[in-house]
């Protein structure tokens, strides 16, 4: 199976690639996700399928609100719809959709492969023992990050406020 | 996992309550002094808690976390740190404009966490966890004022070169693993004596990278002055103390476990690095004129004796970098603390002319300035210099010749940056130095914490064995 991982992994590369090099958000973004996909085929392939489900759920879920959002940002009336236009040239989106397309492809093998060992490694890590660690030897672990969350959260909203009275301070002078 | 195993956690569950405490608190009744007060209940409580833990033998609980005399003198140092952070910081915060002051206290006692968690991990998760705590409340610390695009750029500086760095932790921590199977300090140590390289020496390398910019040694220290700079100066002090303490206090008991003192290539890179740091940092400190820059360069300076040390093996250097680290929490929470202290409604005194005649106007702050910057160029009669007497001894001890000789060139070079901001401070030509604050608002407290730091300051220079007493008897199985 390394010929799958070599080849998820130089995909994962290309696609983070594009994702520094491109000036649209947007693009970057959807570079970004086909990211996630490869390593998500690469934990397939290293034998945890539960995370690589995770990194398909959370990351690539965490992408898609990030997507609302912008659209969103962008939501100005006919100037959006022109947006969304400019995002349906094929030149837009298939770079991503061949990079994808080949991940689909290595998934289907490996899931046709599956009557043998699809994996490469000696054993595939189940949900179940995931959870076990996590409440089990990692429980202080889980709390950490916990903590760690808490930290980045009330970080944000201390920040991501100043702005909000910024404007609403100078809004405040010219009245 | 029961209770019985969670109690030598005991000072870390308190802060953690504590900050969940002050979250509750704040969304109910937003008050300043209410947090603050708080907040130092909750750190006192946890220092308290830490005589009470059973240190006869090391404790691990789960295999993340030991709790050990060697630990839980350092959680107490930071606890400490972190009561001086929060004593100097209300007085900071109260002639801020900033309307929300209270989340700085969440901050203060996250990145307190943060810390504990990185000297008691025995394990690369808490060790990541227990830095990522550190980090991220830190990035939120330094870009507190809202006001302050200094701080705001400050702080982006920080998240950038932190992440970045922590990437090559993280590929360093996966190197190591993919060699080893083993995530847990204790496991891997043995690995090193069996001869075998293999990832080993690779993961070390960027393990070592990412330590380095934590530390801000040589070649990864772009960050430090600009982030020191524009800190708040209480949190400024926190983060050359506590945060950098910590990772060297966890870098010390592990790589002398590795036996850093026998594997050339680590004892090459290490002197590299601290010969670099100790001219680098002094070098540059003399081209500045910002005092907290001076300071941010002379902490690069610091850090590479404290290598010196590092690399002396034996029981001596084990107790010669904690009692070095000990006073130059001291010294450094008295430095920026004074600084703080001076600091009126509108900005920290930052420019070195703004401390023109600060010693005629404001004898008792301009006193206390001028002894911590005598303990930092290591003076007699201060902590700074048994400290650095201490360090040489171990490093001359193991005969290295080399970094003895560079601390003790770098050393002469730095009394000179020193010593030009105290003869400023002493200059009878009061200037325009406006900038000086003479608002006594919560002076209490941040005068408190000044007199208790000058009071150890002396002390631990003119009575030095009672710490080195406590440090002794820490010292985990020597190696």
Same mark, same amino acid.
């Not at chain 1, 693009?27 to 990211?35: E, G, K, M, P, R």
């Not at chain 1, 397309?101 to 054993?123: H, N, T």
């Not at chain 2, 070649?219 to 400024?236: E, L, N, R, S």
């Not at chain 2, 901001?421 to 005068?447: P, R, W, Y």
């Given at each position: 199976?390394?010929?799958?991982?070599?080849?998820?992994?130089?995909?994962?590369?290309?696609?983070?690639?594009?994702?520094?090099?491109?000036?649209?958000?947007?693009?970057?973004?959807?570079?970004?996700?086909?990211?996630?996909?490869?390593?998500?085929?690469?934990?397939?392939?290293?034998?945890?399928?539960?995370?690589?489900?995770?990194?398909?759920?959370?990351?690539?879920?965490?992408?898609?609100?990030?997507?609302?959002?912008?659209?969103?940002?962008?939501?100005?009336?006919?100037?959006?719809?022109?947006?969304?236009?400019?995002?349906?040239?094929?030149?837009?989106?298939? #770079?991503?959709?061949?990079?994808?397309?080949?991940?689909?492809?290595?998934?289907?093998?490996?899931?046709?492969?599956?009557?043998?060992?699809?994996?490469?490694?000696?054993?595939?890590?189940?949900?179940?023992?995931?959870?076990?660690?996590?409440?089990?030897?990692?429980?202080?672990?889980?709390?950490?990050?916990?903590?760690?969350?808490?930290?980045?959260?009330?970080?944000?909203?201390?920040?991501?406020?100043?702005?909000?009275?910024?404007?609403?301070?100078?809004?405040?002078?010219?009245? | 996992?029961?209770?019985?195993?969670?109690?030598?956690?005991?000072?870390?569950?308190?802060?953690?309550?504590?900050?969940?405490?002050?979250?509750?608190?704040?969304?109910?009744?937003?008050?300043?002094?209410?947090?603050?007060?708080?907040?130092?209940?909750?750190?006192?409580?946890?220092?308290?808690?830490?005589?009470?833990?059973?240190?006869?033998?090391?404790?691990?609980? /789960?295999?993340?976390?030991?709790?050990?005399?060697? *630990?839980?003198?350092?959680?107490?140092?930071?606890?400490?740190?972190?009561? /001086?952070?929060?004593?100097?910081?209300?007085?900071?915060?109260?002639?801020?404009?900033?309307?929300?002051?209270?989340?700085?206290?969440?901050?203060?006692?996250?990145?307190?966490?943060?810390?504990?968690?990185?000297? *008691?991990?025995?394990?690369?998760?808490?060790?990541?966890?227990?830095?990522?705590?550190?980090?991220?409340?830190?990035?939120?610390?330094?870009?507190?004022?809202?006001?302050?695009?200094?701080?705001?750029?400050? #702080?982006?500086?920080?998240?950038?070169?932190?992440?970045?760095?922590?990437?090559?932790?993280?590929?360093?921590?996966?190197?190591?693993?993919?060699?080893?199977?083993?995530?847990?300090?204790?496991?891997?140590?043995? /690995?090193?004596?069996?001869?075998?390289?293999?990832?080993?020496?690779?993961?070390?390398?960027?393990?070592?990278?990412?330590?380095?910019?934590?530390?801000?040694?040589?070649?990864?220290?772009?960050?430090?002055?600009?982030?020191?700079?524009?800190?708040?100066?209480?949190?400024?002090?926190?983060?050359?103390?506590?945060?950098?303490?910590?990772?060297?206090?966890?870098?010390?008991?592990?790589?002398?476990?590795?036996?850093?003192?026998?594997?050339?290539?680590?004892?090459?890179?290490?002197?590299?690095?601290?010969?670099?740091?100790?001219?680098?940092?002094?070098?540059?400190?003399?081209?500045?004129?910002?005092?907290?820059?001076?300071?941010?360069?002379?902490?690069?300076?610091?850090?590479?004796?404290?290598?010196?040390?590092?690399?002396?093996?034996?029981?001596?250097?084990?107790?010669?970098?904690?009692?070095?680290?000990?006073?130059?929490?001291?010294?450094?929470?008295?430095?920026?603390?004074?600084?703080?202290?001076?600091?009126?409604?509108?900005?920290?005194?930052?420019?070195?002319?703004?401390?023109?005649?600060?010693?005629?106007?404001?004898?008792?702050?301009?006193?206390?300035? *001028?002894?911590?910057?005598?303990?930092?160029?290591?003076?007699?009669?201060?902590?700074?210099?048994?400290?650095?007497?201490?360090?040489?001894?171990?490093?001359?001890?193991?005969?290295?010749?080399?970094?003895?000789?560079?601390?003790?060139?770098?050393?002469?070079?730095?009394?000179?940056?020193?010593?030009?901001?105290? *003869?400023? /401070?002493?200059?009878?030509?009061?200037?325009?130095?406006?900038?000086?604050?003479?608002?006594?608002?919560?002076?209490?407290?941040?005068?408190?914490?000044?007199?208790?730091?000058?009071?150890?300051?002396?002390?631990?220079?003119?009575?030095?064995?009672?710490?080195?007493?406590?440090?002794?008897?820490?010292?985990?199985?020597?190696?």
């Amino acid at each position: 199976m390394n010929g799958v991982f070599y080849l998820s992994a130089i995909i994962g590369i290309l696609a983070t690639l594009m994702v520094v090099t491109r000036l649209n958000a947007v693009h970057a973004l959807l570079y970004l996700i086909v990211s996630f996909f490869s390593v998500a085929v690469i934990f397939f392939v290293l034998g945890a399928p539960f995370v690589a489900a995770l990194e398909i759920i959370i990351y690539a879920g965490a992408i898609m609100v990030l997507f609302v959002f912008v659209i969103m940002m962008l939501n100005l009336g006919s100037k959006s719809t022109k947006q969304e236009g400019v995002l349906l040239q094929p030149r837009s989106w298939l #770079g991503p959709s061949v990079l994808s397309g080949i991940l689909i492809l290595e998934i289907i093998y490996l899931m046709a492969y599956s009557g043998s060992s699809p994996i490469s490694s000696p054993a595939e890590i189940a949900p179940k023992q995931i959870g076990m660690a996590l409440f089990g030897p990692y429980a202080i672990g889980v709390e950490l990050a916990s903590m760690l969350l808490l930290a980045g959260l009330v970080g944000a909203y201390h920040i991501g406020s100043r702005r909000l009275l910024d404007s609403s301070s100078k809004r405040g002078d010219k009245e | 996992m029961n209770g019985q195993e969670l109690l030598p956690l005991l000072p870390l569950l308190i802060v953690s309550v504590f900050v969940v405490l002050n979250l509750i608190v704040i969304s109910l009744y937003r008050n300043h002094q209410t947090t603050a007060l708080l907040t130092g209940l909750g750190l006192v409580l946890a220092l308290i808690s830490t005589l009470f833990i059973d240190k006869s033998t090391p404790q691990y609980v /789960m295999p993340l976390i030991i709790v050990d005399r060697y *630990s839980i003198f350092f959680v107490g140092l930071i606890l400490l740190a972190a009561l /001086m952070v929060t004593l100097l910081s209300y007085r900071y915060l109260e002639l801020q404009k900033e309307s929300r002051k209270e989340e700085y206290y969440v901050f203060l006692l996250l990145t307190t966490l943060g810390s504990s968690v990185v000297v *008691s991990s025995n394990h690369f998760v808490s060790f990541f966890l227990g830095l990522e705590i550190l980090s991220v409340s830190l990035y939120a610390l330094i870009a507190y004022k809202a006001e302050d695009s200094l701080g705001l750029e400050a #702080g982006i500086k920080y998240l950038i070169l932190a992440a970045t760095s922590d990437a090559f932790l993280l590929f360093g921590i996966a190197l190591i693993y993919a060699d080893t199977g083993q995530l847990e300090f204790a496991r891997i140590a043995p /690995m090193f004596d069996s001869g075998h390289i293999g990832f080993l020496l690779p993961g070390l390398g960027l393990l070592i990278v990412g330590l380095g910019f934590k530390l801000s040694l040589v070649p990864f220290h772009m960050w430090t002055p600009d982030v020191y700079q524009g800190a708040p100066a209480p949190i400024t002090a926190f983060l050359a103390s506590a945060s950098k303490g910590a990772v060297f206090a966890l870098m010390l008991r592990y790589f002398t476990k590795i036996g850093i003192h026998t594997n050339n290539s680590l004892l090459t890179v290490f002197a590299v690095i601290a010969v670099a740091s100790m001219f680098g940092g002094n070098l540059l400190a003399l081209l500045q004129n910002y005092v907290k820059r001076i300071l941010a360069y002379s902490s690069i300076a610091h850090f590479g004796y404290l290598l010196t040390a590092f690399l002396a093996s034996g029981n001596l250097a084990f107790s010669a970098v904690t009692y070095y680290l000990a006073a130059y929490f001291v010294t450094i929470l008295g430095a920026f603390g004074a600084i703080t202290a001076l600091s009126g409604s509108k900005a920290e005194p930052d420019l070195i002319d703004s401390y023109r005649g600060m010693f005629w106007k404001q004898p008792l702050l301009g006193g206390v300035f *001028s002894a911590t910057l005598l303990s930092l160029a290591g003076i007699p009669l201060t902590a700074g210099f048994v400290g650095k007497f201490y360090v040489m001894a171990a490093g001359i001890n193991s005969h290295l010749w080399i970094l003895v000789v560079s601390l003790v060139a770098s050393s002469v070079i730095g009394l000179f940056y020193y010593l030009r901001i105290i *003869s400023v /401070m002493f200059s009878k030509d009061l200037g325009n130095s406006e900038a000086t604050g003479s608002d006594m608002t919560g002076m209490a407290a941040a005068g408190f914490a000044l007199v208790l730091l000058t009071i150890a300051l002396v002390w631990l220079g003119i009575y030095p064995s009672s710490l080195i007493a406590l440090i002794q008897k820490i010292v985990p199985n020597p190696a």
